[in-house]
């Protein structure tokens, strides 16, 4: 199979998650028939459930704080970045531009709404994390991305409610960056996709693929129980009703992997490949009538705790990475949350009502040079997005396009080569 489609060929997109949504919309602008397929029941119910609230160009090397790993996954880290699979960051940067662009056409053209807030605010406590960031900047620049130093007043200024407290020595300001709440993007942008055609099939397991012309996808639909009470269960309004029961097997022209640490072993990459742990808590903001400016006007980032606090609505979320994990780890305890509970409270006093806080935590499948893996894969008709990123959900809608692109022939408008599977071989 050459990989490129012809208008009204059959592609299944495996995971509803921001990157799963995104890319089936890409593909039905370009005429695919698309079907995807997700184990829950709704979309964005996984990693990109209450993940950081911010968009921003890609930043490697922005957060110094890293999780905690152990030290064979420093050796593979090394030896991916000795092999010179790190040479990226110019590709990563321009397609997570691309994405930002993409996202806000996405807004102005569908009307969705997201609880976004432009502007971000790049946090330094700090002689040194200044000079770091001073350092990022520039860095940044050579990238094409415009990010302004400004002082302590100035950064209040533009963020009123941080603390006057908190040792604040400056702050970059990256004006294409911004706060928005990714799931309830994919969930506006899954209404769209569904009225120009796509369907998608909730509470169904891809339990395998056989590359090909064409593709083979096996699957099982496994809908939740009635309850005993007889009154039939709510579902979701796209949800695959009419389903035969138990193991299918359908052909599709290609399959778009968006399904993290599922979507690789699907894959067969053979990659080593390891879980990173997100946290966020979410609160509601504190309304003060003698204190209107409680809370951020947008989003900032704690480089030094490494962490996002994030505007939406009338809450705050803020959210950080924790560590490497293995699937059987113990689900993260209150103390595991508490570190971002003190940043809100360092930066931000008084301004959430923390009684009513709601954590979360995901993982994120991350290969060891930390970057996106985008691309077709070594079986025939696979394709693989995993957008794994610091920080900044609008990647997946650039790295979402970019593939549509290269499905149907098109020549993508980013030169993304080094972000591709074939790297890692």
């Known amino acids: 199979m050459s990989g490129v489609l012809a208008s009204g060929q059959r592609v299944a997109v495996v995971g509803a998650g921001l990157a799963g949504v995104c890319t089936a919309w890409e593909l039905a602008q370009r005429g695919c028939a698309v079907t995807v397929f997700e184990r ?26 890293q999780p905690k790993s152990s030290l064979a996954w420093r050796w593979q880290q090394w030896r991916a970045n000795r092999q010179g699979s790190g040479g990226f960051p110019a590709a990563w940067t321009a397609l997570s531009l691309a994405g930002l662009e993409t996202l806000a056409s996405l807004r102005r053209e569908l009307s969705l709404e997201d609880e976004s807030h432009p502007g971000l605010l790049v946090l330094a406590a700090s002689s040194s994390e200044h000079k770091a960031l001073e350092a990022h900047a520039s860095a940044w620049a050579e990238l094409g991305v415009a990010a302004t130093w400004l002082n302590a007043e100035s950064a209040r200024r533009l963020e009123p409610g941080l603390s006057r407290d908190a040792k604040l020595t400056g702050a970059l300001a990256v004006a294409a960056a911004g706060a928005g709440n990714g799931r309830l993007f994919a969930q506006g942008l899954r209404g769209h996709a569904q009225r120009v055609g796509v369907n998608f099939r909730f509470h169904t397991t891809v339990e395998g693929l056989a590359g090909g012309a064409p593709v083979q996808l096996r699957h099982r639909y496994d809908p939740p129980p009635e309850p005993s009470t007889g009154v039939r269960q709510r579902r979701d309004a796209a949800d695959t009703l009419s389903a035969p029961l138990g193991e299918q097997v359908e052909d599709f022209d290609a399959v778009v992997l968006c399904a993290g640490s599922e979507g690789l072993r699907l894959a067969g990459l053979g990659t080593p490949m390891a879980l990173w742990r997100e946290l966020s808590v979410t609160l509601p903001l504190r309304v003060l009538e003698a204190h209107p400016e409680l809370g951020p006007q947008s989003a900032v980032i704690d480089a030094a705790r490494g962490c996002a606090i994030a505007r939406i609505g009338q809450r705050v979320r803020v959210a950080g990475r924790h560590a490497l994990v293995s699937p059987t780890e113990r689900a993260p305890g209150p103390e595991d949350f508490e570190l971002l509970h003190r940043a809100l409270q360092a930066w931000f006093p008084g301004s959430g009502q923390h009684a009513q806080a709601v954590h979360w935590h995901g993982v994120r499948a991350v290969v060891p040079d930390g970057a996106p893996l985008l691309g077709r894969t070594a079986q025939a008709g696979i394709w693989l997005h995993n957008a794994a990123t610091d920080w900044g959900w609008g990647f997946a809608c650039g790295a979402a396009a970019h593939l549509a692109d290269s499905i149907v022939g098109r020549t993508p408008a980013v030169d993304a080569g080094a972000l591709d599977v074939q790297r890692l071989r």
């Open 40 to 65: 829950s029941g709704s979309i964005a119910e996984r990693a990109s459930f209450a993940g950081a609230a911010v968009t921003l160009p890609a930043a490697p090397g922005l957060l110094p704080v």
